[in-house]
């Protein structure tokens, strides 16, 4: 299950990026989608705790927004 969901748009690159965490029966997982004419999908790590995990999702977000990207609407 879904625990938490954020998606990027650079204002230059047609590709979006999703941050998810997902709680697995043992833990959470994060994940990092790039959407473009194909989806792939990076694991950026699995964590005991939902506070670890959205730590991570949180450093990624940060990174990415040094990076020009700014937090968008997810796709219909």
């Known amino acids: 299950m879904r625990i938490e ?3 990027f748009a650079h204002p230059v690159q047609a590709s ?5 965490v997902f709680q697995q029966p043992d833990g959470f997982l994060v994940t990092e989608e790039r959407i473009g004419t194909v ?4 694991t ?15 450093l990624r977000a940060e990174e990415l927004e040094r990076q020009r990207y700014a937090p968008a609407a997810p796709a219909a």
């Open 5 to 7: 969901r954020k998606e």
């Open 44 to 58: 950026l790590g699995f964590f005991d705790t939902a506070e670890a995990a959205l730590a991570r999702l949180r």
């Open 39 to 42: 989806t792939v999908v990076a």
């Open 16 to 20: 979006r990026v999703r941050l998810n």
